[in-house]
Nanobody, 121 residues
Framework: QVQVVESGGGLVQAGGSLRLSCAAS????????MGWYRQAPGKQRELVAA???????NYADSVKGRFTISRDNAKNTVYLQMNSLKPEDTAVYYC???????????????WGQGTQVTVSS
């Protein structure tokens, strides 16, 4: 099995910064895409940013220019640097990873438990 664990959430004032980290571990042969999603109360989970093993990135329009996703392939870790935070960024942030497992080469898709980010106005 592949486990994904997030860290780095918290409370910050508008305009501030936070850095989220996410580490994947377990029966990993290779990871394709790692990404961050978020879900605010009463809303659907949405993609924030994603990065492939080759470094290609994708961002939600609402965070472009403010958030930066990066990845350390050797550590199976992905980061999300969040700057110029706004109250509307308040949500539970979830890490997601997909790839190939060492278990017979099967595909995996794993989600973290989520970390709360609260931006006060």
């Amino acid at each position: 099995q592949v486990q994904v664990v997030e860290s780095g959430g918290g409370l910050v004032q508008a305009g501030g910064s936070l850095r989220l980290s996410c580490a994947a571990s377990g029966t990993i042969f290779s990871i394709n895409t790692m990404g961050w999603y978020r879900q605010a109360p009463g809303k659907q989970r949405e993609l924030v940013a994603a990065i492939t093993s080759g470094g290609s990135t994708n961002y939600a329009d609402s965070v472009k220019g403010r958030f930066t996703i990066s990845r350390d392939n050797a550590k199976n870790t992905v980061y999300l640097q969040m700057n110029s935070l706004k109250p509307e960024d308040t949500a539970v942030y979830y890490c997601h990873a997909d790839g190939i497992s060492t278990d017979w080469g099967s595909l995996f898709e794993s989600w973290g438990q989520g970390t709360q980010v609260t931006v006060s106005s």
